[in-house]
T-cell receptor, first 113, second 115 residues
């Protein structure tokens, strides 16, 4: 079946602009995760959604970052007033409820000029 | 908080040889999961192997096997009969059995396969 998909694959934006990154999880996966991969910080957890429960936002680095998940499926990560340090690859993953293995998408490479 | 350490930024091996990638972690939990993920240049993180901490038997997946030493908090990955397609970044990751569902990753090891 189809895996996790993310769009766009690459995004170049100017400092101060807002960006939206999209994630389509594997069909039937109720858990969805966002991670950030940057040269300086490695792979960092950002946010986690599980069904109708309140999301775990403990990894969001600032209030410029937010995410939502509509209808228990597609998720959008929004970064407002982008800064150069936001440049990174943003990875999305999904898993079945109660299962430990996360399956990753191909990521979105964000470049802030 | 849990931490994962990969002390080898880069490793190289001859094609068809065996290589071992190191990973240590720190946790006060008794139950957890450990993973090795592979990330080729395409950026897609691919699960290589997983280990449940309560299982003493080391996990194996074809040419990939782990040496899980719970007391030492060590989780190394052995790749046998290395192939050119194994070239990638390899990440060790930890996940709690309960509570926080996030993966905690090590810094990664870049593996080069020499033909």
């Amino acid at each position: 079946g189809a895996g996790v998909s993310q769009s766009p694959s690459n995004k170049v934006t100017e400092k101060g602009k807002d960006v939206e990154l999209r994630c389509d999880p594997i069909s039937g996966h109720t858990a969805l995760y966002w991670y950030r991969q940057s040269l300086g910080q490695g792979l960092e957890f950002l946010i986690y959604f599980q069904g109708n429960s309140a999301p775990d936002k403990s990894g969001l680095p600032s209030d410029r970052f937010s995410a939502e998940r509509t209808g228990g499926s597609v998720s959008t990560l929004t970064i407002q007033r982008t800064q150069q340090e936001d440049s990174a690859v943003y990875l999305c993953a999904s898993s079945l409820e109660g299962k430990d293995t996360q399956y990753f998408g191909p990521g979105t490479r964000l470049t802030v000029l | 908080a849990q931490t994962v350490t990969q002390s080898q930024p880069e490793m190289s091996v001859q094609e068809a040889e065996t290589v071992t990638l190191s990973c240590t972690y720190d946790t006060s939990e008794s139950d957890y999961y450990l993973f090795w993920y592979k990330q080729p240049p395409s950026r897609q993180m691919i699960l290589v192997i997983r280990q449940e901490a309560y299982k003493q038997q080391n996990a194996t997946e074809n040419r990939f096997s782990v040496n899980f030493q719970k007391a030492a908090k060590s989780f190394s990955l052995k790749i046998s009969d290395s192939q050119l397609g194994d070239a990638a970044m390899y990440f060790c990751a930890y996940r709690s059995y309960q509570g926080a569902q996030k993966l905690v990753f090590g810094q990664g090891t870049r593996l080069t396969i020499n033909p």
